[in-house]
C-alpha cells in the first residue's frame, strides 16, 4: 500500500504556543487529504479536508482560526494548532488519497499541551 | 447525515474463539473498508468491499458486503492474541471520497 508520513510522532508544548503537524505522501500524488482527531478508545473524528492549491473545508464545530491547514504541493498538508491549551491535547491523524480512491493514513501524532 | 452503527464497542474473548463485529446503516455505501488501529499508530486497512453481497477472506478475517450495500460484517475464526486492536469500519458514498467511520470495536484476546 502507499506511504504517509506524519511528523512528528509525539510532541509536548506549554500553553499558549502553537504546534505544526506535517503529512507527507511518499510515493504517490495526494489530491485530497484529511485530518482526524482522535480521543483515546474512540474512533476517529473528521476535522477537515483539504486538496491541493485549495482552502480547507471545516466541519461543523471545528474552528478553521485553531486549526491551520495548508496543502500547498500534493505531497505535503501540514495542521497548525494556534495557541494550544490542555484541551486541544489529543491524538491527530492525517490521510492522503489520490483522485477520490483510497484513503491511506499516517502513523499519528500525540499532542500533549501542558 | 450519514451514519454507521459499529457493534459491539468491546470484546474480550478468549484464544481460539470465533466472533462477529458489524457495521450498519441506513444510508447506501459505495464502498466500506475495514480498518484495524494499535495504540499510538494509525489505522492500518484491511480491506474494501465494493459490490453488494461480496465476500472477501484475509486468512482469518472474512468481510462481508450486504446486498443492499448499507451494512457490512468482520468475522475472525480462531482469534489470537495478534488480533488485539481496535477495529474501524469505514463507508464512502462516493465524490470526494470523504469517509464515515464506526465508533470502533475494541478487541482484546486472552491467550
Known amino acids: 500500500g502507499a506511504v504517509v508520513s506524519q511528523h512528528p510522532s509525539w510532541v509536548i508544548c506549554k500553553s499558549g504556543t502553537s504546534v505544526k503537524i506535517e503529512c507527507r505522501s511518499l510515493?504517490?500524488?495526494?489530491?485530497?487529504m484529511f485530518w482526524y482527531r482522535q480521543f483515546p478508545k474512540q474512533s476517529l473524528m473528521l476535522m477537515a479536508t483539504s486538496n491541493e492549491g485549495s482552502k480547507a473545508t471545516y466541519e461543523q464545530g471545528v474552528e478553521k482560526d485553531k486549526f491551520l491547514i495548508n496543502h500547498a504541493s500534493l505531497t505535503l498538508s501540514t495542521l497548525t494548532v494556534t495557541s494550544a491549551h490542555p484541551e486541544d491535547s489529543s491524538f491527530y491523524i492525517c490521510s492522503a488519497s489520490s483522485f477520490g480512491n483510497i484513503q491511506y493514513f499516517g502513523a499519528g501524532t500525540r499532542l500533549s499541551v501542558l | 447525515t450519514q451514519l454507521l452503527e459499529q457493534s459491539p464497542q468491546f470484546l474480550s474473548i478468549q484464544e481460539g474463539e470465533n466472533l462477529t463485529v458489524y457495521c450498519n446503516s441506513s444510508?447506501?455505501?459505495?464502498?466500506l473498508q475495514w480498518y484495524r488501529q494499535e495504540p499510538g499508530e494509525g489505522p492500518v486497512l484491511l480491506v474494501t468491499v465494493v459490490t453488494g453481497g461480496e465476500v472477501k477472506k484475509l486468512k482469518r478475517l472474512t468481510f462481508q458486503f450486504g446486498d443492499a450495500r448499507k451494512d457490512s460484517s468482520l468475522h475472525i475464526t480462531a482469534a489470537q492474541p495478534g488480533d488485539t486492536g481496535l477495529y474501524l469500519c469505514?463507508?464512502?458514498?462516493?465524490?470526494?471520497?470523504?469517509?464515515?467511520f464506526g465508533a470502533g470495536t475494541i478487541l482484546r484476546v486472552k491467550s
Open positions: 469505514a463507508g464512502s458514498a462516493g465524490g470526494g471520497n470523504k469517509l464515515v
Open positions: 444510508s447506501v455505501f459505495s464502498s
Open positions: 510515493d504517490f500524488q495526494a489530491t485530497t
